[in-house]
């Protein structure tokens, strides 16, 4: 069973930054892509930004674009989501997403708050 460990999350103040880290229980090129989504309470589970393991290619909402980079690292295993100039908008569980083929893995979720 794969297994997707998220940290990072946390309270920070609107305009702050926050690095989102997640690390599967094998190796990040198992996978065709994998991508971070969030979660609002009463809302449905959106994508925020994902990024291809086959040419690095990258896809954000437009709600982020321009604030969050989606980026990996191979020798380390492991997949970033920099978040920069946080909104109120921003809070969100925000989950690791892997893809493979038809099949997609979930991390447990990590909380982002955004408040002053």
């Known amino acids: 069973q794969v297994q997707l460990e998220e940290s990072g999350g946390g309270l920070v103040q609107p305009g702050g930054s926050l690095r989102l880290t997640c690390v599967p229980s094998?190796?990040?090129?198992?996978?065709?892509?994998m991508g971070w989504y969030r979660q609002a309470p009463g809302k449905q589970r959106e994508l925020v930004a994902v990024i291809s393991n086959f040419g690095g290619s990258t896809n954000y909402a437009d709600s982020v674009k321009g604030r969050f980079t989606i980026s990996r690292d191979n020798a380390k295993n492991t997949v970033y989501l920099q978040m920069n100039n946080l909104k109120p908008e921003d809070t969100a569980v925000y989950y690791c997403?892997?893809?493979?083929?038809?099949?997609?893995?979930w991390g447990q979720g990590t909380q982002v708050t955004v408040s002053s």
């Open positions: 094998e190796s990040i090129f198992n996978f065709a892509a």
């Open positions: 997403n892997a893809e493979r083929a038809i099949l997609r893995y």
